[in-house]
């Protein structure tokens, strides 16, 4: 399982989606989507970034007091990012962490009076965003309403509502990159078998790890996403070697495996299908980054479509004679990183 990686706050909001445009990119406000399309694309001036997240953020430690008056439970304050190798355009604010069960800590302020069912709906897009990249299980909301009023709530990780809003905010980003309009993505799928929202017990305000229901292992029969499937294509990869190169245009290229496109496995490379051209250059370059993912947002290229590109292209000018790749059995073995088609860019003679 991926794990989360973190910073100290700071990041440039414009290149990635965080957990306030998730609930603009999960709704179903055209106009306020389009606003945020311009906005990532600096095209409009970002400086409303929502008043309602901002007064959140104002609202914090009031929250984090009112939350342990009533439960008699602190809040570590965290104010880090977080974010996962695979998903290089998502990022998370987390605010603040409950010491005892480990749920992650969100303040809240709505200026109109609210029920717990209603509050946990309208940030369950950022909830189900923050706690998807920091692989956490479950979220308290804490919210504080224009009339005076406190109330928390719990709210526990869905795996397909997860799974549909990696979709919707990639959608999302490859539009503001490629200029294309965002269209709106509908409603998110739920978890069968229960609602993925419940207000607090008073069990819970004794113990607030009592609450837990949702362990980190996910049933992969509720994903949207089935088992990748990895190819082994030689015609391909020379194909590919034959294109220029996606950053600086040069020939000749190698052939680049995306690392990022499908789980890690010991001693197996992604599918042949997600190879891109890269010079000798641009290839020692990536390796020596270190996180490809942030080195692709860095260059400002989306390499996941154009390699879906080569590979149909590929397969397309193929199949007249048969020749198309053949896929791998679970039984069958490919070559180590370090093998005869390991993608670490050649060293000259």
Not at 30 to 42: I, N, P, Y
Not at 74 to 97: D, K, R
Request: glycine share 8%.
């Amino acid at each position: 399982m991926p794990q989360a990686s973190s910073r100290v706050a700071g990041g440039n909001s414009a290149t990635v989606i965080y957990g306030w445009d998730a609930r603009i990119i999960a709704g179903s406000d055209e106009s306020a989507l389009l606003r945020l399309w311009r906005e990532k694309r600096g095209e409009a001036d970002p400086i409303r970034q929502r008043l309602v997240d901002r007064l959140g953020r104002a609202t914090f430690f009031l929250n984090c007091e009112c939350y342990r008056v009533h439960t008699g439970h602190a809040v570590s304050i965290s104010l880090e990012q977080v974010w996962l190798p695979g998903l290089f355009w998502m990022e998370a604010f987390v605010q603040g962490v409950v010491e005892q069960g480990g749920a992650l800590f969100e303040a809240a302020y709505l200026p109109t009076s609210v029920t717990k069912e209603e509050a946990a709906e309208i940030y369950m897009p950022r909830l189900q965003h923050t706690m998807l990249l920091a692989r956490r299980s479950q979220s308290v909301l804490s919210v504080i309403t224009g009339d005076g009023r406190w109330f928390a709530t719990t709210v526990e990780a869905d795996p397909v509502y997860q799974t549909a809003l990696i979709a919707a905010e990639k959608a999302f980003w490859q539009a503001v990159h490629f200029g294309r309009p965002p269209r709106l993505f509908g409603p998110m799928p739920r978890r069968s078998g229960g609602q993925g929202v419940r207000p607090p017990t008073t069990e819970d305000a004794a113990d607030p790890a009592a609450c837990v229901v949702l362990p980190m292992s996910v049933d992969k029969s509720e994903l949207t996403i089935g088992e990748p499937r990895r190819r082994r294509d030689k015609d391909h990869l020379g194909f590919v070697a034959s294109q220029a190169c996606l950053v600086c245009g040069r020939k000749p290229c190698e052939a680049h495996h995306l690392r990022f496109a499908q789980p890690r496995a010991l001693g197996r490379k992604v599918s042949d299908e997600f190879t891109v051209p890269l010079c000798r250059l641009h290839h020692r370059k990536l390796h020596a980054f270190g996180s490809e993912a942030r080195w692709w947002n860095e260059v400002r290229v989306d390499p996941l479509p154009v390699a879906r590109e080569l590979w149909a292209q590929s397969r397309q000018s193929r199949q007249s004679v048969g020749r198309a790749g053949s896929e791998l059995s679970p039984r069958d073995t490919e070559a180590p990183e370090s093998g005869a088609l390991s993608d670490q860019p050649a060293t000259p003679a």
